[in-house]
């Protein structure tokens, strides 16, 4: 995925026919972190913030079905996507790449999960079989995209595209 | 052999916002964002700024906090706000809490 394009209302990646099939194969893993992975707060009595956790879990779960919805569009209806020569153009709005920074964001977190949540600061270093190498390939895919998305936010560094 | 009793439902009373200690309402509460060791530097800034409205500059600081302490203060609120952002936070994968500030 390479950037060919951005003005203040829109920005354009070039993907390749397999970088398009790889993208779209990623995003249906969508969502992948369940909505009480982590709790409203650490400290403050359970009785008080109990019934705000259960109402924040079922608007997280909401806003990521709509999420769901909407990335089903952008990958069909035609508007997104143009087919081109060699692959195909994505044309997204700079809030569109804000969504898309947390929809990735949420599938890296997701596999990292499903990796046993490493840390390889501390030692904790994934323990790679056949069966979840899938996770870290697709870990590391989100976060290469997520750093692409954030550089065609910033017009006036050099993205190194 | 021991008899386990079914546990009887108590009815859900859950506090309000408004029924909240009012200490903890008088002193506001912190939302705090948590180090995690997945989420990039580069995004948790760009997260910060999009949630919190702040310059590049202000956000790095707080993400360079999260990364070298643990956590970072990000802001100090009423609990309906602390809870706005946390929400926000977490549709990003952050690891956010809000805490009573006392």
């Not at chain 1, 969504?99 to 490493?118: E, S, T």
């Not at chain 1, 899938?134 to 976060?143: I, P, S």
């Not at chain 2, 200490?23 to 989420?39: A, E, H, S, T």
């Not at chain 2, 549709?91 to 956010?96: F, N």
Request: proline content about 5%.
């Amino acid at each position: 995925m390479k950037l060919l394009r951005r003005s203040e209302s829109e920005v354009v990646f070039h993907l390749g026919k397999r970088e398009h099939d790889a993208f779209c194969k990623l995003l249906d893993r969508y969502p992948m972190v369940p909505s009480d992975f982590s709790p409203l707060s650490r400290f403050a009595d359970a009785e008080d913030v109990g019934g705000d956790q259960e109402l924040l879990e079922e608007s997280l779960t909401e806003s990521k079905k709509e999420s769901k919805t909407a990335l089903h569009a952008m990958l069909n209806d035609g508007k997104h996507f143009h087919e081109v020569t060699r692959g195909w153009n994505l044309h997204l709005t700079p809030e569109e790449v804000d969504w898309l920074l947390q929809v990735f964001g949420d599938i890296r977190v997701g596999c990292w999960m499903k990796l046993g949540c490493p840390d390889e600061m501390k030692g904790k270093m994934p323990e790679l079989t056949a069966d979840n190498l899938e996770f870290y390939v697709a870990m590391d895919m989100c976060g290469r995209l997520q750093m692409l998305l954030l550089h065609s936010l910033r017009p006036t560094e050099d993205s190194g595209l | 052999m021991a008899v386990i009793e079914a546990p009887v439902k108590q009815p859900d009373v859950k506090k309000t916002p408004e029924e909240k200690s009012k200490k903890q309402l008088d002193q506001g509460f912190l939302v705090i964002c948590w180090d995690d060791p997945v989420n990039l530097m580069d995004y948790v800034t760009h997260v910060f700024q999009a949630v919190f409205g702040w310059d590049r500059q202000k956000a790095e600081h707080h993400m360079l906090q999260v990364h070298k302490e643990g956590k970072s203060v990000l802001v100090r609120e009423t609990f309906e706000k602390a809870e706005h952002y946390v929400h926000q936070l977490h549709k990003y994968s952050l690891q956010a809490t809000l805490e009573p500030a006392s």
